[in-house]
């Protein structure tokens, strides 16, 4: 899994590398390397799917911990003279 994700890592990140020399889309060689591996061995990709879900969900609970700053509502207002 964690290769996987490093992988993915890297795609996205050669994106934005190699826009000069080769476009290609970070996130649909992601997706197609998901694709592949579903058709190839389902019995991993189930195994895969079921950790990414477990990672996703604890990422979502610590996103919604985390204040949005960049709202000026979390701000207190200004003082009054």
């Known amino acids: 899994m964690i290769i996987l994700l490093s992988m993915s890592f890297l795609l996205v990140a050669l994106e934005k590398k190699a826009d000069d020399i080769l476009p290609l889309s970070g ?13 190839r061995y389902a019995v991993l990709a189930k195994r895969l799917s079921a950790k990414f879900t477990k990672l996703r ?14 709202s000026k509502s979390h701000f207190p207002p200004p003082l009054r003279k």
């Open 27 to 39: 996130l649909l060689a992601v997706m197609a390397m998901g694709t592949v591996i579903f058709s």
């Open 57 to 70: 969900v604890g990422a979502e609970f610590l996103h919604a911990l985390m204040p949005d700053y960049g």
